[in-house]
């Protein structure tokens, strides 16, 4: 079944049936005031926390699903019928009742008819504000005149905390007031108490936490402030009693708190009414303020204009064109919009992720930056230099970088504090090591290479440039080898459910360390360091030893060594006997051999591949848990536990590119692709435009039913295969690049990519249907020697001429 569409020209996802198999969600704002919203504008809305700013409801895990809301109701007051601007919480017949849903860049609107009235509601947050609006416009289509009522409807939370908010109702129920002032519900949580350290707003004495929901362009003929009121006893959200009889002017006291604005309108045929609703976490002066700037409800153009040039021009620096409109969709709009939300949000607030993580996952964070890094270097660059000042002096990453980190001053896992506050006991091993894929793209893409000697504290004390921290960071791990002298797994590798622990070995972590020697090597070659140089070769090459005498099986990498010396990821093991992490690693850190390479991608394509993407290990484990393995936590075909985990498939694809096999790469690409599933929304259940964590493999009941919406790491690793592996566009430190790696039937291609504030346009021709290699380049109608383009001969506007052969 297919419940929508890509609107290219938009930059949109457009739902036209609402009845999606899950709430398909956008994402509004930022961490600073951030909203979610479903194409049944359910959802919550928080202030700088998930967990301690919520400041409307949105109940995980309930029946019914995917509420509350932002909700705007319609009632004809005169047959008294009634429904909502989304098709949600009333939802009416579809029969009777079109509409569609157009989620964008940071706004999604709802354009609605039912029984001749048209509704067209936008939500968004105007660029840098801490506020959310929603506009509506009603249209009279019908051939007689209307009464409407329309009323604006949200559930405030009692407690910003929202476990305090579910859980603890003898405190959050007693201490919440609303007020009716100005044409605005004013929430107030602890009205007395003065000094509250909560991110919601203080009135002017400094007293209580206030959030109001405003009306402006009408004014309110009545209101509730009282939930139960408003919804009324034995009913719900379809069928509310201040919808059903018109609100009543109540206001909450010792009960639970709302948002409702109920204006009478009247429309002539044709005529249109437009209204705006306000929604915040500010007294009664910040949101007059507010309420002012809307009086002319013009500005909502502007600032809506101002939103999509903001993203669109982000977005632009990288556009292609191929045979593959799936592919291009995802490139040009939802998989780069998803890799700055998921490197914006990290992982703090979804229809899953609820805010409990108290700040950015190290290891999460640092590859988060490789999927912007094409589209924006400066903002990949301030996220950078806080993840390389997260580094603890002994070169180890801190697990969870608080949103509070004070570079030189932060205890660590040495620490027991650090444990118990943060939820993390001891390193993981891979943490560090993702800064050598991560910053040697910044400095190739920027060309900043002054960076490589900017000084930058390490998180308990010390201080030292980019470089040393680079070098610390193999140390951390030359400091924690195992019996095979390959790095100890420690906590958790890429993998969280390893515990390898401290003489346990991990072979994706030496592949990881195998390419921080490479990326090392090169750093230290072009600045001349020979002593590094000779330094890193030499661990380099002892590794690659320890490597092929350890890990290599006939046709496959092991995955790893438990502290009592059991093989993990052999193939002669009854459950997990192969495993995708190490075989797309061998590859991408250069440490297989071209036959090791080809066999173990091989048999990733034999063992692992299925029609939804490559399972991340097979057999999964169905017995007695393992102290090791603590991924037979998990339902057999499902996440760490043979599922189709989503962030290692822009792995597969990248390695397969790497050797060549554009007719695989994109095999596997378009299998994991969202939008290759639009056709077939009811398997995957989550939206077609964003990737997920996981997939359901194989043997599951429910076999190819996506999970975990949104923020993931799959985001970034999908990005890079698409830009560097099949687009086969590599920043160098002296230019550019461009070695695609294609399906041998794409006969033509185009994109156009911003490089160093140039622009190149640039047409590819495959004559010859090759998957790999270049004939010539011609930049500017000259052509050029080899692969690379040089910065030197790139003017403002570039016109480059590639023929693959
Ligand atoms: O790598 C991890 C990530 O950090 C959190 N989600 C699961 C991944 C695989 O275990």
């Given at each position: 079944?297919?419940?929508?569409?890509?609107?290219?020209?938009?930059?949109?996802?457009?739902?036209?049936?609402?009845?999606?198999?899950?709430?398909?969600?956008?994402?509004?704002?930022?961490?600073?005031?951030?909203?979610?919203?479903?194409?049944?504008?359910?959802?919550y809305s928080f202030v700088?926390?998930?967990?301690?700013g919520r400041i409307i409801r949105y109940?995980?895990?309930?029946?019914?699903?995917?509420?509350p809301g932002r909700y705007i109701y319609?009632?004809?007051?005169?047959?008294?019928?009634?429904?909502?601007?989304?098709?949600?919480?009333?939802?009416?017949?579809?029969?009777?009742?079109?509409?569609?849903?157009?989620?964008?860049?940071?706004?999604?609107?709802?354009?609605?008819?039912?029984?001749?009235?048209?509704?067209?509601?936008?939500?968004?947050?105007?660029?840098?504000?801490?506020y959310e609006?929603w506009?509506?416009?009603?249209?009279?289509?019908?051939?007689?005149?209307?009464?409407?009522s329309l009323t604006g409807y949200v559930e405030f939370t009692n407690s910003g905390n929202y476990?305090q908010d579910s859980?603890n109702l003898?405190y959050t129920l007693f201490v919440s007031k609303t007020y009716f002032r100005n044409n605005m519900i004013l929430q107030a949580i602890n009205e007395n108490i003065?000094?509250h350290?909560g991110p919601d707003d203080s009135d002017e004495e400094?007293r209580g936490i206030w959030r109001f929901f405003g009306l402006a362009?009408s004014e309110a003929a009545a209101y509730d402030g009282d939930r139960d009121t408003f919804v009324g006893k034995?009913r719900?959200y379809?069928?509310p009693r201040s919808i059903?009889n018109g609100c009543s002017n109540t206001l909450n006291f010792n009960t639970n708190s709302c948002g409702a604005l109920q204006a009478?309108?009247?429309?002539?045929?044709?005529?249109?009414?437009?209204?705006v609703y306000l929604l915040g976490a500010y007294a009664e002066k910040g949101a007059k303020?507010i309420m002012?700037?809307?009086?002319?409800?013009?500005?909502?153009?502007?600032?809506?204009?101002?939103?999509?040039?903001?993203?669109?021009?982000?977005?632009?620096?990288?556009?292609?064109?191929?045979?593959?409109?799936?592919?291009?969709?995802?490139?040009?709009?939802?998989?780069?919009?998803?890799?700055?939300?998921?490197?914006?949000?990290?992982?703090?607030?979804?229809?899953?992720?609820?805010?409990?993580?108290?700040?950015?996952?190290?290891?999460?964070?640092?590859?988060?930056?490789?999927?912007?890094?094409?589209?924006?270097?400066?903002?990949?660059?301030?996220?950078?230099?806080?993840?390389?000042?997260?580094?603890?002096?002994?070169?180890?990453?801190?697990?969870?970088?608080?949103?509070?980190?004070?570079?030189?001053?932060?205890?660590?896992?040495?620490?027991?504090?650090?444990?118990?506050?943060?939820?993390?006991?001891?390193?993981?091993?891979?943490?560090?090591?993702?800064?050598?894929?991560?910053?040697?793209?910044?400095?190739?893409?920027?060309?900043?290479?002054?960076?490589?000697?900017?000084?930058?504290?390490?998180?308990?004390?010390?201080?030292?440039?980019?470089?040393?921290?680079?070098?610390?960071?193999?140390?951390?791990?030359?400091?924690?080898?195992?019996?095979?002298?390959?790095?100890?797994?420690?906590?958790?590798?890429?993998?969280?459910?390893?515990?390898?622990?401290?003489?346990?070995?991990?072979?994706?972590?030496?592949?990881?360390?195998?390419?921080?020697?490479?990326?090392?090597?090169?750093?230290?070659?072009?600045?001349?360091?020979?002593?590094?140089?000779?330094?890193?070769?030499?661990?380099?090459?002892?590794?690659?030893?320890?490597?092929?005498?350890?890990?290599?099986?006939?046709?496959?990498?092991?995955?790893?060594?438990?502290?009592?010396?059991?093989?993990?990821?052999?193939?002669?093991?009854?459950?997990?006997?192969?495993?995708?992490?190490?075989?797309?690693?061998?590859?991408?850190?250069?440490?297989?051999?071209?036959?090791?390479?080809?066999?173990?991608?091989?048999?990733?394509?034999?063992?692992?591949?299925?029609?939804?993407?490559?399972?991340?290990?097979?057999?999964?484990?169905?017995?007695?848990?393992?102290?090791?393995?603590?991924?037979?936590?998990?339902?057999?075909?499902?996440?760490?536990?043979?599922?189709?985990?989503?962030?290692?498939?822009?792995?597969?694809?990248?390695?397969?590119?790497?050797?060549?096999?554009?007719?695989?790469?994109?095999?596997?690409?378009?299998?994991?692709?969202?939008?290759?599933?639009?056709?077939?929304?009811?398997?995957?259940?989550?939206?077609?435009?964003?990737?997920?964590?996981?997939?359901?493999?194989?043997?599951?009941?429910?076999?190819?039913?996506?999970?975990?919406?949104?923020?993931?790491?799959?985001?970034?690793?999908?990005?890079?295969?698409?830009?560097?592996?099949?687009?086969?566009?590599?920043?160098?430190?002296?230019?550019?690049?461009?070695?695609?790696?294609?399906?041998?039937?794409?006969?033509?291609?185009?994109?156009?990519?911003?490089?160093?504030?140039?622009?190149?346009?640039?047409?590819?021709?495959?004559?010859?249907?090759?998957?790999?290699?270049?004939?010539?380049?011609?930049?500017?109608?000259?052509?050029?020697?080899?692969?690379?383009?040089?910065?030197?001969?790139?003017?403002?506007?570039?016109?480059?001429?590639?023929?693959?052969?």
């Amino acid at each position: 079944m297919k419940y929508g569409y890509f609107d290219a020209e938009h930059k949109e996802y457009v739902i036209t049936r609402p009845d999606t198999p899950a709430p398909w969600a956008n994402y509004l704002g930022s961490p600073e005031y951030g909203a979610i919203i479903s194409g049944n504008a359910g959802g919550y809305s928080f202030v700088k926390s998930g967990a301690n700013g919520r400041i409307i409801r949105y109940r995980f895990n309930s029946v019914m699903n995917d509420q509350p809301g932002r909700y705007i109701y319609i009632k004809d007051r005169e047959n008294g019928d009634y429904w909502s601007a989304s098709w949600q919480p009333v939802g009416k017949d579809l029969d009777k009742y079109r509409t569609e849903c157009h989620h964008g860049t940071a706004y999604s609107r709802f354009v609605s008819e039912y029984d001749g009235i048209e509704s067209d509601t936008l939500y968004y947050v105007p660029l840098n504000k801490t506020y959310e609006v929603w506009k509506t416009k009603v249209t009279n289509k019908s051939d007689k005149p209307r009464k409407l009522s329309l009323t604006g409807y949200v559930e405030f939370t009692n407690s910003g905390n929202y476990e305090q908010d579910s859980v603890n109702l003898q405190y959050t129920l007693f201490v919440s007031k609303t007020y009716f002032r100005n044409n605005m519900i004013l929430q107030a949580i602890n009205e007395n108490i003065k000094g509250h350290a909560g991110p919601d707003d203080s009135d002017e004495e400094g007293r209580g936490i206030w959030r109001f929901f405003g009306l402006a362009g009408s004014e309110a003929a009545a209101y509730d402030g009282d939930r139960d009121t408003f919804v009324g006893k034995y009913r719900d959200y379809s069928n509310p009693r201040s919808i059903e009889n018109g609100c009543s002017n109540t206001l909450n006291f010792n009960t639970n708190s709302c948002g409702a604005l109920q204006a009478d309108i009247e429309l002539a045929p044709g005529e249109s009414k437009e209204l705006v609703y306000l929604l915040g976490a500010y007294a009664e002066k910040g949101a007059k303020e507010i309420m002012a700037h809307y009086q002319d409800l013009s500005v909502v153009d502007s600032e809506l204009e101002e939103l999509k040039t903001f993203w669109h021009a982000k977005l632009n620096r990288f556009q292609v064109q191929t045979p593959d409109d799936n592919l291009n969709h995802m490139v040009n709009t939802w998989n780069a919009y998803q890799c700055f939300i998921t490197f914006i949000w990290s992982r703090a607030a979804s229809f899953q992720y609820c805010g409990l993580r108290n700040g950015l996952g190290y290891r999460d964070t640092v590859q988060d930056i490789q999927g912007i890094m094409h589209l924006d270097p400066e903002l990949a660059r301030e996220r950078l230099t806080l993840m390389l000042s997260a580094q603890v002096n002994n070169g180890g990453g801190l697990p969870l970088v608080k949103f509070d980190h004070r570079p030189g001053f932060e205890k660590t896992p040495d620490d027991p504090e650090y444990g118990a506050e943060t939820g993390h006991p001891a390193y993981r091993a891979d943490d560090a090591l993702w800064l050598f894929p991560t910053l040697i793209r910044y400095v190739k893409e920027s060309g900043n290479w002054a960076y490589i000697d900017e000084v930058i504290p390490y998180a308990n004390k010390e201080e030292g440039t980019v470089y040393d921290h680079l070098k610390r960071a193999i140390q951390f791990s030359l400091d924690r080898m195992g019996a095979h002298n390959m790095p100890a797994g420690l906590h958790a590798d890429w993998n969280d459910c390893l515990r390898l622990g401290a003489k346990g070995e991990s072979t994706f972590v030496a592949f990881q360390l195998y390419m921080a020697y490479n990326v090392f090597i090169e750093i230290a070659e072009r600045k001349g360091n020979k002593e590094d140089v000779a330094w890193a070769e030499k661990l380099r090459e002892e590794l690659s030893r320890t490597l092929q005498e350890n890990a290599w099986e006939d046709d496959q990498f092991i995955r790893g060594f438990t502290e009592e010396n059991e093989v993990i990821g052999s193939r002669t093991n009854v459950d997990a006997n192969i495993w995708l992490e190490p075989q797309t690693w061998s590859v991408l850190s250069g440490a297989a051999r071209p036959e090791q390479a080809k066999l173990a991608l091989d048999k990733v394509y034999e063992k692992l591949n299925t029609k939804y993407g490559a399972m991340v290990c097979y057999p999964p484990i169905n017995r007695d848990g393992h102290p090791v393995l603590l991924m037979s936590l998990f339902n057999p075909t499902t996440k760490e536990n043979g599922g189709i985990f989503s962030q290692p498939q822009g792995w597969l694809v990248l390695a397969e590119t790497m050797i060549g096999n554009g007719n695989r790469a994109f095999e596997y690409y378009k299998e994991i692709n969202p939008a290759s599933m639009n056709e077939d929304a009811d398997v995957r259940a989550i939206e077609p435009y964003v990737h997920g964590q996981f997939i359901e493999a194989v043997d599951s009941p429910f076999y190819g039913r996506g999970h975990v919406h949104w923020l993931t790491g799959t985001a970034s690793t999908v990005m890079v295969s698409l830009a560097e592996g099949i687009m086969g566009v590599q920043p160098e430190f002296d230019g550019l690049r461009i070695d695609p790696c294609v399906p041998d039937n794409w006969t033509e291609f185009s994109m156009v990519r911003e490089f160093r504030g140039k622009n190149l346009n640039v047409q590819v021709k495959n004559p010859n249907g090759v998957q790999k290699g270049i004939a010539s380049i011609v930049l500017n109608g000259t052509p050029i020697e080899g692969k690379l383009i040089p910065e030197q001969l790139l003017k403002a506007e570039n016109d480059v001429v590639i023929t693959m052969g």
